[in-house]
Nanobody, 115 residues
Framework: QVQLVESGGGLVQAGGSLRLSCAAS????????MGWYRQGPGKQRELVAR???????NYADSVKGRFTISRDNAKNTVYLEMNSLRPEDTAVYYC?????WGAGWGQGTQVTVSS
């Protein structure tokens, strides 16, 4: 079973930046797609960005041009660089990693953007 440990959330002013990390460990096998979802207050969980094992990325329209997803396959880690943050980006951010044995979710990390 895959274990995922997230880090990098916090409180930031609008216009600021944060970088989230999610490291996978345990019985991984091979890692395929990696991604980030978020769930804001009173909202459903939504896809923010994902990256395939070949490096193809896609983003939610709301974050295009501001967020960048990347991965380090040697470290089994996925990153989310978030720039020009807005109050509406406030949410709990979850990473998801698809492995040979199934998908696993991170525990979530809170991102709060103040206006």
């Amino acid at each position: 079973q895959v274990q995922l440990v997230e880090s990098g959330g916090g409180l930031v002013q609008a216009g600021g930046s944060l970088r989230l990390s999610c490291a996978a460990s345990g019985d991984i096998g091979s890692i395929f797609n990696m991604g980030w979802y978020r769930q804001g207050p009173g909202k459903q969980r939504e896809l923010v960005a994902r990256i395939t094992n070949s490096g193809t990325t896609n983003y939610a329209d709301s974050v295009k041009g501001r967020f960048t997803i990347s991965r380090d396959n040697a470290k089994n880690t996925v990153y989310l660089e978030m720039n020009s943050l807005r109050p509406e980006d406030t949410a709990v951010y979850y990473c998801i990693v698809a492995t040979t044995w199934g998908a696993g979710w991170g525990q979530g990390t809170q991102v709060t953007v103040s206006s």
